[in-house]
């Protein structure tokens, strides 16, 4: 009788999946790919899984991955501290034309100051660490600083929102090659909003096609809500105007309606 209650009383406290109704009236028009994992339980939610299993190019999400190459290499200072010098030149997004520190970067997502990150690291050094953690096709032809990008004729560095997933319970297990600390250090500046009910962090990236159009949005990251984390990633394409920004909106209002956030 005793060994029964132990096992009654441990079954009680096992994680137990959650069932997700997802209102898709919030993938509005576009082609969506969402797909969420519960790290207590083992649950994937995945909204389309044959489009969670295209691959894309990531934009700038794979800044998530320059930030923690650069930070095992010493390439980068504190989060807070001076990093970027502006250059000089202006460019459409106000945000890039001022000195930046890396969290500040990594906010407005400033294209140039991970552009010279990744020349400091340099094709081999970056290749090894594409090869070693998996990420995507592991392909950086198109150039040391352009690979991530969504260009017009450019084939390079793809990776699918099944792969981006994986690949982040890999980071938040300790099983990538990066220090603890600088992971922690990714974390802080990963952040992007706090309520009383979770917190979020992630990285929103965007793409064009060949007419300079938007055409490609991604968010990917993990919410952590009541002891549990959530590692997840949305890409969005069609509709109108495909961004980061929409991709993040479809993501929160998912979180929200399942009470997360």
Known sequence: MKTFVVLLCTLLFLPVA???????????????????????????????PGL???RL?????FKIYNTLIGLELGLLPGPD???????????????WNQDLSLREAFRVSAVPAFQGLARQIGPRRMQQYLDRIGYGTKDISAGID?????RAGQESVRISADEQVALLNKLLDGRLPFAA?????????????????GVLY?????????????????????????????????NITGGEVPMGKAARAIVESVFRAQGLL
């Open 146 to 150: 352009t690979f991530w990008l969504s």
């Open 202 to 234: 992630g990285k929103t990236g965007s793409g064009v096609d060949a007419d300079g159009k938007w055409a490609l949005g991604w968010f990917v990251g993990f919410l952590e809500h009541g002891g549990t984390t959530y590692v997840f990633a949305c």
């Open 81 to 95: 501290n001076p990093w970027y010098k502006w250059d000089g030149v202006r460019r459409d997004i106000a945000g």
């Open 57 to 61: 190019s990531p934009c700038s999400t």
């Open 18 to 48: 959650q069932a997700w109704e997802i209102d898709r009236t919030v993938f509005g028009r576009y082609e969506t790919a969402l797909v969420i994992y519960n790290r207590a339980s083992g649950e994937v939610v995945n909204a389309g």
């Open 52 to 54: 969670s299993a295209r």
């Open 181 to 197: 600390g600088n992971v922690a250090t990714l974390k802080d500046i990963m952040q992007v909003l706090k309520t009383d009910r």
